[in-house]
């Protein structure tokens, strides 16, 4: 944390996502795949996703009224 002081740290994706505008998903470990998609749009000013590692499938962002790009893959609009 001394190396990047300028680093915001948060406990957990949901503080971390806490107003955001977007969350962009670049790691593939199990506690970003088993979020709440509900409690994860409360949290946010506006539910727009990147997910760069194809996390998620797009019918289920799109079903919790997310908007989501992922690779490879069409965009869906929530």
Do not use: H
């Not at 190396?3 to 503080?15: G, H, R, V």
């Not at 994860?40 to 997310?66: I, S």
């Amino acid at each position: 944390k001394g190396e990047l002081p300028n680093i915001t740290y948060c406990e957990d994706a949901y503080s971390c996502a806490q107003g955001a505008d977007a969350l962009v998903i670049v790691t593939e470990w199990v506690q970003f795949r088993a979020l709440d998609l509900g409690r994860l749009k409360a949290t946010m000013t506006q539910p727009v996703v990147v997910d760069l590692r194809n996390v998620y499938r797009p019918e289920d962002m799109e079903a919790a009224g997310f908007t989501y790009e992922s690779i490879g893959r069409p965009p869906v609009q929530g």
